[in-house]
Structures are given as C-alpha cells and as structure tokens.
C-alpha cells in the first residue's frame, strides 16, 4: 500500500512549462493542457524533475534512494539491479484549482469549475460537497441585477451567479494571499475560455549580437500561467520519511523554463503523510 501526500503549487511570478523557446516567425510557446477542461498544467515528469534536482545538489546519496537512480548501461554494474531502480516518491501532474482572472471594473476574481475541484477533492480528501456551477460567496462584488443576481463582467462577456455559498473551505494549505469573497465556480464548459483569457503572454525577440536591432524572422511569443495561480497535485510513496524541504513543509522552487527572466518561481507546500 502506499503512502498519500499532496502538494500545493502558488506561483509567485508567471510559469510556462510547455514548449521550448524558438526562434521561428510567429512562434507561439504554448503551455502543457488538460485534455478535458484544456487548463493549464504541470507534467509530473517536470515536478519530480525539480524535487530530484534539489536534494541531487544537498543530498546525492538520497536523491537516489527516493527517486531512484539514472539507467546503468555498464554490464557488470547493471547486474546488481538490472540496471534501474523504482522511485520511493511518485508524482502526478499538477491541475489548477484556482485560476486568477481580471474583470474590468472590479475585483480580481479566481475561478475554478466543478471537475477540476473534483479532482482538488480526490487529491487532498476533502469532504467538502463539490459546489455546482456558478457559485460564488455572498460577499462577492458584482453587478447586482434585480433583487438576488449578480452579473461578473468578463472581458468576452457576462456571467450570472446562480448560487451562493462560502468556498473558504476550498482554499488550499498554505495559501493565503486569496481573497475568501473573490471565489467563483464557473461551469466546466466556460473554464477553457476564461482561463484563455487570464494567460500572462510575452511577446520576445532575438536582437542582433553587435547593434540593438532584431534579427530577421527571431519574433516568438511565450504564455503562462499568471502569477497567484493555485495547483494541487498528488505524491504516491512507497516508505514515509521523505524530507525535500528538511523539517520544513514548505519552500520556494522554480518550475518549468525562463527562469533568467523571471518565469516559474513557486511556493510549494506539503501535506499528507510521507
């Protein structure tokens, strides 16, 4: 049986994991997506990448025993254990919970829809009922419309709170920087859209190495998940023990690409038991 954990994403500065930078006319760096509400994610393959990387430079004898160790193609050292060994820790992609969108005129809000809380529920055991589409705290300011409505004014256009609830619930460990009255459930066919639309983008260019000009046909664009971002991803392991952070639970790291100009930075933290 194995051991659940969890960990918590808030990203602190604009995160592109996705394609790699290019240099093609047009080129548009596009983020990972789930294939079902076409949100932004991270592969489990770049989270565990980032915890190896760190413990590998602290602790090389312990990055090997919790996430196991490179491929052994030497015969004589491959016969020990045929050449691989299975990670302690095992990682699942991280899904957004809560995506931060800007309405002209008010508040910012975040939003979230019921299939990606389903999957925050299953991640973290909450028993919290999932809170159907197009809910939204009492305190939430929009455009009162009639007696018991309120409208949120998008830039594509308007949405109608249906119901209200308090969501405080569904806000993850660890964060604190999300208003409890700006939280709206959307409905699972809206998320795409909106979240679309709440992308950081940066258009970049390569300029010339001896005078500041661009380079013919070096213009290429880069999106990212904007900063205050919330994603929840699930840990599997094998023996409990598992310190990345030492006796901290949580820490600053840096995930996917563009570092040097200011892209990935995160606080990560970690519940469960490991």
């Known amino acids: 049986m194995y051991k659940q954990a969890f960990g918590i ?7 592109h994991v996705g394609a790699s930078a290019g240099e093609e006319t047009g ?51 491959k016969s020990k254990d045929g050449g691989t060994t299975e990670a302690i820790v095992k990682f699942e992609y991280a899904s957004l919970v809560w995506l931060p969108v800007f309405c002209p005129g008010q508040p910012v809000v975040w ?100 005078v500041k000009k661009v380079d013919t046909g070096a213009f290429f664009n880069v999106e990212a998940l904007p900063e205050g971002s919330i994603l929840a991803f699930p840990i599997a392991l094998k023996n409990t023990g598992w310190q990345p952070f030492g006796d901290a639970k949580t820490a600053q790291l840096y995930f996917g690409g563009l570092e040097s100009i200011g892209f990935g930075r995160c606080r990560v933290t970690l519940g469960g038991e490991y």
């Not at 809380?117 to 009492?138: D, F, G, V």
């Not at 660890?174 to 979240?195: F, K, R, T, W, Y």
């Open 111 to 210: 939003i979230s829809c019921p299939r990606l809380l389903k999957r925050y529920q299953l991640i973290t055991n909450i028993s919290e009922k999932i809170p159907p589409a197009y809910t939204a705290p009492k305190t939430l300011q929009g455009r009162q419309v009639g007696v018991n409505r309120k409208i949120l004014f998008f830039n594509l256009g308007f949405l109608e709170i249906e119901n209200e609830q308090d969501l405080s619930a569904w806000i993850p460990p660890g964060v604190n920087n999300i208003p409890e009255s700006n939280l709206v459930v959307v409905g699972d066919n809206d998320i795409a859209m909106l979240h679309d639309m709440a992308l950081y983008r940066q258009s970049r260019v390569k300029l010339s190495d001896t």
């Open 27 to 77: 080129n548009l760096n596009l983020i990972f997506r789930d294939q079902f509400t076409q949100t932004g994610l991270i592969p489990g393959s770049s989270i565990r990448g980032r915890f190896r990387a760190d413990m590998r430079s602290k602790q090389p004898e312990k990055a090997q025993y919790w996430y196991g160790h490179e491929a052994i193609t030497d015969e004589k050292e």
């Open 9 to 15: 994403i808030e990203t602190l500065a604009p995160l």
